[in-house]
């Protein structure tokens, strides 16, 4: 589960942090975070909240029926759903 930290000891960031400690150059960070986010898969609403947070937080216009929708690709980004 979490832990609730009431304080931050940047002593103990720069020691036991596995992103960024003591003797982690940006060029070893970069090609680390590179290497971790290649293998994750695309969060679940990237593209729903990418539509909306372009705007700027304003959903797409509404059609002739006065709905609004987000247009979200079924098959571009994994297994096509069925």
Sequence with gaps: MFRVVKEV???RQ???NIHVHDGIDE???VATREKRDASLPLPDL???A???NIRGGRLPDADECGTAF???PLNRF???VS
Aim: charged share 30%; net charge neutral; hydrophobic share 50%.
């Design 9 to 11: 000891d940047f002593g």
């Design 70 to 72: 987000l247009k979200v």
């Design 78 to 80: 994994g297994p096509a």
């Design 14 to 16: 720069r020691r036991d």
């Design 50 to 52: 990418l539509q909306v």
């Design 46 to 48: 990237m593209l729903t």
């Design 27 to 29: 060029a070893e960070f």
